[in-house]
């Protein structure tokens, strides 16, 4: 009930950070003196495809809890492997010199302990079964956010490079990525085996490797896609970087109501299912 | 311009889309639940 109360503020604190976000796009943020009002796509290109990542990332953890956690002792090695990795985060970033340049230390730090927060608080607050639910949610808002990537990344090209689509390592390891979920999604959908979720969760695995390639492939390879703007030797206005973390939080918002939404109708087509599975034994059979 | 508007405009048409199915969909499990109180 409370829950039913707090969702409509949420939103409409999301709709005025949305339109605010719009408003500083299209607006405020100073224009690129070479590629003129098409770099404002930027705006939304961007966040997307990093919400896009958390939101896989999410689905990867959830995917290997799903997985670890009937099992106590390969559950309680991937909790010391996460500690570990928190830990060797905040070493590495004070101890190793140099680090690749564009990297920061606080940045390392911070990655590592985000990701053994994010995993004990998941671990926390879903059970194994909740975890399942929770990962389809994120893989298919994932997939929605990735597929605005995917339009908005050609339009952008297109008046920039005059070619809509080459296929350079961060466009062709996105689009296998996008696959990769969309497939996830399919086996979800028309698999009727009891062993689903558990194929699903190996595949979001295997598909979340994906997520470091797309990342740190413009770092990596020599590509045609622009160079990272924060970190990587790259570097942006102030104002426009402001413009997009803006955007970005507007997006996170959105995000994570629609996840909420997508979370309660999930756990709801559950419970019916379970409840018509039920009455279905319970009927009396005809007899022949 | 066309560009940008097309970008933006082709972002908010899949989240509307998207938001519509969720909204159908929780209407077809809205008419089970009926369905299986009346039970």
């Known amino acids: 009930m409370k829950m039913k109360r707090v969702f409509p503020i949420l939103a409409l604190l999301t709709a005025v950070l949305l339109s605010f976000a719009l408003y500083e796009a299209l607006v405020a943020a100073p224009t690129e003196q070479t590629m003129g009002n098409v770099q404002r796509i930027f705006y939304y290109h961007v966040p997307s495809a990093w919400t896009a990542f958390l939101l896989f990332f999410i689905n990867f953890v959830c995917s290997i809890q799903y997985l670890v956690r009937p099992n106590p002792v390969a559950d309680k090695l991937t909790n010391w492997t996460v500690l570990a990795i928190g830990i060797a985060a905040c070493i590495a970033a004070f101890v190793i010199r140099p680090l690749p340049e564009g990297i920061e230390p606080s940045s390392v730090a911070t990655t590592g302990l985000a990701i053994t927060g994010l995993y004990f608080l998941i671990k926390k607050c879903f059970s194994q079964p909740r975890t399942d639910a929770l990962a389809v949610v994120t893989a298919e808002v994932g997939v929605v956010f990735c597929t605005i990537v995917l339009v908005t990344g050609p339009l952008w090209a297109r008046p920039v490079w005059g070619i809509w689509w080459t296929w350079d390592v961060r466009l062709t390891s996105t689009l296998v990525l996008w696959l990769i979920y969309i497939s996830y999604l399919m086996l979800r959908r028309f698999s009727t085996s009891g062993q689903t979720p558990v194929l699903a969760a190996a595949l979001a695995v295997f598909g979340a490797l994906d997520v470091p390639l797309v990342y740190f492939s413009i770092w990596i390879f020599r590509t045609q896609h622009p160079q990272p703007v924060i970190g990587g030797g790259g570097s942006i206005d102030p104002r426009m970087l402001h413009v997009l973390l803006i955007n970005w939080l507007a997006f996170l918002c959105f995000a994570a109501l629609v996840c909420w939404s997508r979370y309660r109708l999930e756990i709801l087509q559950r419970e019916v299912e379970e409840t018509q599975a039920l009455e279905a034994l319970l009927e009396p059979r005809s007899s022949p | ?39």
């Open chain 2, 1 to 39: 311009m066309n560009f940008l508007y097309a970008a933006y405009t082709a972002t908010w048409i899949i989240h509307i889309t998207y938001l519509g199915t969720l909204v159908r969909r929780y209407q077809r499990l809205s008419r089970e639940i009926e369905e299986l109180k009346k039970k």
